[in-house]
């Protein structure tokens, strides 16, 4: 028994048409399941859309260049009835169904941050059909949208500020500096939209789908996705998956709700500076986003249950950056933590407990930054059987595998460190293993920035961390106060620190701290991937004046050979 059913266009996400660009077979072709019928393009993507069944084509009811929305009919197929009782339950596209729709893909990626948007790009590349699903408005995830990029663009625009403060003393008068809050606001959100709007570019021109909804697995080939729009909700078919649904940040239970209590997402939206702030925590996102409100006027104290800032970097270098950055601090509090905070008229009272704790204060604005949590609850996990830690961390192999084969998960989601790099590194991995490549992830090392002003960045082992380890170092230390380039930059308090395996003279870790820290790690970060020793960096010739030469003294300072330091700074 046969039967003629038609297949309509499935969701568009947030878009409303779309163009048919190709029509990929003719009346009369038989068709499989799986096999793309048509190409559509809208101004966000470009899709093929699949069949779900074996079939034979009766009628075509568009032509090229026609402008179909959501629920077009646009194929009618003769299929036979025994076909279609088998696979009903996966086939909702070629029933006259108006509420869901559905799409088949080799690779289905939940989640656009620089790891989603990186595994779904470098699998189309591999000629790997995908879809990309993604909860939010615009693409790029945490780091685009609420977290790397808008904090960037901020650091900068207040790191032009600071610099004003030194004008006058080279002899560049400026009269009056005048801040507005709504421009700086426009300015930022313009860098993320062009940088949002590349990405819907680059999905098109990869031929990846996008969907615009909330994901949750209804079996391990099957997701469902919630529409955020007036489209359709989709079911994407796949045959794998990869989990690229980052992280959030933790709010502390105690704390009342309140718009003056803001986590970093909240800090970013800029509404007025306030006179005083408290910083809940000192790490790497907490002291970027206090650096951006200190160089906007406001008053910082700051408040950290350990003994110190930023606790995976040398300590030598946290030195330096706190000498170079205490006039940002009214108080810094170690050793202490928040016990309690009320809700009043004229601020948020906060009461401390611990060794540096003062009994209480008042703020205008308080910031909790102690760590983020991974977004693995409520995309359906336990219906799969995907295996997560304690702490709700997704586990996986070297391949970024988790214990189903057909899913891999990538990014903040699988655990620390939680940086957009090592997710864009796992992506490719991920997605590389899928195309039928055997790649592990393997790196030796991650590297570390604060975009502060000045940055610290660091990478590999710090010396404590050698020494805990037992292995017996030589260290080299270069001071930016010896550095020409640093010196006319007003950036002579900085400093350039490598560790070396005593034995093998093997650089096993490192650090700066200084302008464009976070661009000079990168050598250093290579140095040790590829197993380079004293001799190798000492002896490579590095330009002049730069910063970046400050690594080769640092390495020269370890062995006894750097002229620009006085040789009682050196080991001989």
Request: proline share 3%.
């Amino acid at each position: 028994m046969s039967n003629t059913y038609t297949i309509k266009v499935p969701s568009l996400g947030d878009i409303t048409e779309a163009h048919v660009v190709e029509i990929l077979v003719s009346v009369g072709d038989s068709i499989e399941d799986g096999q793309d019928l048509i190409t559509l393009e809208s101004e966000k993507s470009v899709m093929n859309v699949p069949s779900t069944c074996k079939g034979i084509i009766k009628n075509i009811k568009v032509k090229n260049g026609d402008i179909v929305q959501s629920g077009t009919d646009f194929i009618d197929i003769t299929i036979d009835q025994n076909i279609i009782s088998k696979n009903k339950h996966i086939n909702p596209l070629i029933h006259n169904n108006d509420d869901i729709s559905e799409i088949n893909c080799a690779l289905l990626v939940l989640g656009s941050g620089p790891g989603g948007y990186s595994a779904a790009f470098r699998a189309a590349d591999l000629g790997l059909t995908t879809v990309m699903v993604e909860k939010h408005s615009s693409l790029g995830g945490v780091c685009l949208n609420v977290g790397c990029i808008p904090t960037k663009t901020l650091l900068h625009s207040t790191s032009l500020l600071d610099s004003t403060k030194h004008l006058k003393d080279m002899g560049i008068n400026i009269d009056q500096i005048n801040i507005d809050i709504e421009k700086l606001n426009i300015y930022t959100n313009s860098i993320r939209s062009k940088l949002s709007d590349g990405l819907t570019n680059m999905s098109k021109m990869r031929k990846v789908s996008l969907i615009n909804g909330i994901g949750e697995f209804i079996d391990s080939n099957s997701l469902y996705v919630k529409s955020k729009n007036e489209s359709p909700d989709v079911i994407v078919r796949f045959k794998y998956a990869i989990i690229a649904t980052g992280s959030s940040p933790i709010s502390l239970p105690f704390l009342p709700k309140d718009d003056r209590i803001v986590n970093s997402t909240g800090s970013l939206k800029l509404s007025k500076i306030p006179k005083k702030m408290l910083l809940i925590g000192g790490g790497i996102i907490s002291l970027e986003i206090g650096t951006i409100y200190s160089s906007l006027g406001a008053s910082l104290d700051l408040v950290e249950i350990s003994d110190g800032l930023m606790l995976g970097a040398d300590r030598d270098l946290v030195n330096a950056w706190y000498r170079i950055n205490s006039n940002r601090f009214n108080s810094l509090m170690l050793n202490t933590k928040v016990i309690k905070a009320e809700s009043k008229k004229n601020g948020i009272e906060v009461y401390f407990e611990g060794k540096d704790a003062q009994n209480s204060a008042c703020y205008d604005l308080v910031l909790q930054a102690v760590g983020r949590k991974p977004n693995s609850l409520n995309i359906g996990l336990e219906k799969i059987g995907v295996t997560v830690n304690e702490n709700g961390f997704i586990i996986v192999d070297n391949q970024m595998r988790t214990n189903v084969n057909n899913i891999f998960a990538i990014g903040d989601v699988v655990g620390n460190p939680m940086l957009a790099h090592k997710a864009v590194h796992e992506a490719h991995v991920a997605a590389e293993n899928i195309s039928g490549k055997n790649i592990f992830f393997d790196t030796k090392i991650i590297p570390s920035v604060a975009y502060t002003n000045p940055e610290i960045a660091w990478v590999g082992l710090s010396e404590d961390e050698a020494k805990k380890k037992g292995i017996k170092i030589k260290k080299g230390i270069f001071p930016w106060s010896a550095s020409g380039r640093a010196i006319s930059m007003n950036a002579d308090q900085g400093l350039t620190k490598l560790i070396f395996d005593y034995k093998s003279e093997r650089i096993i870790g490192g650090g700066i701290v200084g302008p464009h820290a976070g661009d000079l790690i990168g050598e250093l970060a290579l140095a040790i991937e590829m197993g380079s020793d004293i001799v190798d960096i000492a002896k490579t010739i590095h330009p002049h004046p730069t910063l970046i030469e400050s690594i080769r003294m640092a390495a020269e300072s370890a062995i006894g050979s750097c002229t620009d330091l006085p040789p009682s700074s050196i080991d001989k």
